[in-house]
């Protein structure tokens, strides 16, 4: 029996150190499949609450046109959010349990989505710096060692690639407009700048999982060298756009070959992630109210799906 277990560990470190991928059939630790339920629902709920800080903006949006771009980005943050909960159904749990454990607490989303959006110029703020650094974050995540989560990346990094192309286009459509658009646009990029950075997770010396993830192969870089990634491809684009970055610390340095910046106010990430941000309460009372107000959908689907199957079996017992 024990030297069953080593030969499955054995299989299962070939199989990360060739960069190989573990598929749901396959032997794996029961960390492994821990800390993997845990990242890939904290990124299925994040996708799932980050539809309304978005959605707040549907009703009031300028144009149809905007509107219609905006009602399919968030369309598409449903989809990535079922792709992911699927991919976390492939490790054992299931995908009610894991809505349970987000209204109830018990699970976490991203920090970004507990500050509120403020003005229309927050849908394209929003667009750029949180899908990029989402883009950011995720374009490694590609190349997870589980199979199920590399796939459903994909996908995610393709869409997500096009929601920062759209934030982008209407923040340069507002920034040649008057300067109260302009002032506008300056305003959100100011709110979201840190709370963007704050995406990455804590520095590393404060990350706790970030070692045994990257051993295994789950996360590919460290959240720190993410977060300078992310602020070394933001500066150009802001520069291109006409806005500046709310930290005077932010400059180019040549010997690095990267720029430097200050340091986002850790505490305050803590508080959000503890439950404690702008629009915490909300959002989950929002997710709450919405599935008890789907209880009927389900009801019903699972009526369906019993019926249909008594009327196969009974179609399958006459022949
Ligand atoms: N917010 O040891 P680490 C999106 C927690 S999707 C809240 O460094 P890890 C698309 C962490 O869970 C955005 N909590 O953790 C979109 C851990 O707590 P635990 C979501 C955070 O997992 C755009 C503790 O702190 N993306 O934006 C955060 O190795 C627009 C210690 O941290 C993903 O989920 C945070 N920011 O690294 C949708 C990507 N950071 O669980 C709508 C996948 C850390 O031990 C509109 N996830 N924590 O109690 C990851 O890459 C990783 O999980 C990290 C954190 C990098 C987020």
Same mark, same amino acid.
């Given at each position: 029996?024990? +030297? &069953?277990?080593? @030969?499955? +560990? &054995?299989?299962? @470190?070939?199989?990360?150190?060739?960069d190989q991928r573990i598929e749901p059939r396959d032997w794996m630790p029961d960390g492994y499949r821990k800390t993997l339920i845990r990242q890939i629902a904290q990124h299925a709920h994040s996708e799932i609450i980050g539809m309304q800080p978005e959605g707040n903006w549907l009703t009031r949006a300028p144009s149809l046109r905007r509107k219609a771009i905006l009602m399919a980005k968030v369309q598409d943050e449903a989809g990535?959010?079922?792709?992911?909960?699927?991919a976390?159904?492939?490790?054992?749990?299931?995908?009610?349990?894991?809505?349970d454990n987000l209204i109830e607490g018990r699970q976490k989303y991203s920090s970004i989505f507990n500050y509120p959006t403020l003005s229309f110029a927050d849908v394209g703020v929003i667009g750029w710096l949180v899908d990029g650094a989402a883009i950011c974050n995720q374009v490694p995540l590609c190349r997870s060692s589980y199979g199920p989560y590399g796939r459903a990346m994909i996908r995610v990094c393709k869409e997500e690639s096009f929601h920062q192309r759209q934030g982008f286009e209407l923040l340069m459509t507002m920034m040649s407009g008057t300067q109260a658009q302009r002032d506008m646009v300056q305003e959100s990029v100011n709110r979201w700048w840190w709370p963007a950075l704050m995406m990455f997770g804590p520095p590393d010396d404060r990350s706790p999982n970030s070692a045994q993830s990257m051993a295994w192969r789950i996360k590919r870089h460290t959240n720190d060298e993410l977060r300078q990634r992310f602020v070394d491809m933001s500066v150009p684009?802001?520069?291109?756009?006409?806005?500046?970055?709310?930290?005077?610390?932010?400059?180019?340095?040549?010997?690095?070959?990267a720029h430097d910046f200050g340091e986002p106010d850790w505490d305050e990430f803590m508080q959000v992630v503890k439950g404690n941000g702008a629009t915490s309460v909300e959002r989950i009372a929002n997710r709450r109210a919405a599935h008890e107000n789907g209880a009927w959908v389900r009801e019903a689907a699972a009526a369906f799906a019993a019926r249909t199957a008594a009327a196969d079996t009974t179609t399958s017992e006459q022949e």
């Open positions: 029996m024990t +030297e &069953t277990i080593i @030969e499955l +560990e &054995t299989e299962f @470190e070939r199989i990360i150190q060739s990535h959010g079922l792709y992911l909960y699927s976390t159904e492939t490790l054992g749990v299931d995908r009610a349990e894991l809505t684009q802001a520069e291109i756009l006409g806005v500046t970055f709310p930290d005077p610390d932010l400059r180019w340095n040549a010997e690095r070959g």
